[in-house]
């Protein structure tokens, strides 16, 4: 059975649960269709469950569970008390107003990682922006939104920063474009800030920050912005999350993922040090 572990999300939860129900079916030669039959559901709506993609009835896992032949009372117990913790709502459910659908997957999923590698290349990463960078950042959104909702972000970006301040934080290793850096976001006061936050923040342990250079010139990512999310379960495969103007794209194949893993790679041989990174802001510092 799988474990999972303490403070794992229930996104996560629902993962992990739907990749259980899916080796069960599979082990039994049982189709989507015939699974989706026996709970008065869709083939899709199998899919969506053994994605992950939904919430689950403990009755319908119930029911797949005696469909699957799982008879024995603690395996039946571990995967009916897994869909109880699966369906238990995020912290982040509070900004519902202000989080859209698609965004409060990557909220659940990156709560619950150990390892969340970024790079960025037109704003500093959401996780190391500084409060009034990040109210600078949803100013510039189109269509405008009012000084309310503008709050609301703000407050559901800083909240997601505590991420890293805890006893058991996730490891962060962000990739910011200088570009970014450059970028004259909010005002000189504002940037100046946010530079000196990016020193600050990059003294922590769990916090790895580098510089892709002008310099360099053309680098591995052509491909735009993206992030790597690693998991403490081992059954639980890295996830690349990719954002767009109205949704987002996850993909979990191992083709693809190990390939978002080379890029990540070379830009971090290629980008300079923290060292020189630290270096690079604090002369940024200077210039402004």
Not at 82 to 108: C, I, M
Not at 157 to 162: A, F, I, L
Request: hydrophobic fraction near 40%; include cysteine.
């Amino acid at each position: 059975m799988t474990t999972v572990q303490p403070g794992g999300g229930s996104m996560v939860r629902r993962i992990l649960l739907g990749s259980q129900l899916r080796r069960l079916r599979e082990a039994k030669g049982i189709t989507r269709e015939d699974a989706g039959y026996t709970i008065r559901a869709s083939e899709s709506k199998i899919s969506r469950m053994e994605l992950g993609r939904v919430s689950f009835k403990e009755r319908d896992v119930a029911d797949l569970l005696s469909l699957y032949g799982v008879k024995d009372e603690t395996e039946r117990e571990a995967l009916l008390g897994l869909v109880r913790e699966a369906n238990k709502s995020g912290w982040w459910h509070s900004f519902s107003d202000v989080l859209p659908n698609w965004f409060q997957t990557y909220v659940g999923l990156e709560e619950a990682a150990a390892l969340i590698r970024t790079y960025e290349l037109q704003f500093v990463p959401g996780l190391l922006q500084s409060e009034d960078y990040a109210r600078a950042v949803f100013g510039l959104a189109r269509p405008a939104i009012g000084d309310e909702e503008i709050e609301r972000r703000v407050g559901l970006r800083m909240r997601r920063q505590k991420l890293l301040a805890g006893g058991d934080s996730p490891r962060l290793w962000a990739v910011i474009d200088e570009a970014a850096l450059r970028r004259p976001v909010g005002g000189p006061e504002v940037m100046r800030a946010q530079v000196q936050h990016l020193i600050d923040i990059a003294e922590q342990p769990n916090v790895v920050v580098q510089v892709m250079p002008f310099r360099f010139g053309c680098h591995a990512a052509e491909s735009g912005a993206f992030t790597i999310l690693r998991f403490p379960e081992q059954d639980l495969a890295d996830v690349v999350y990719l954002e767009q103007l109205t949704s987002a794209l996850y993909l979990d194949k191992r083709d693809d993922v190990d390939s978002y893993i080379q890029v990540m790679e070379r830009l971090c041989v290629d980008s300079l040090t923290p060292e020189q990174t630290v270096d690079l802001l604090k002369s940024i510092l200077v210039e402004g």
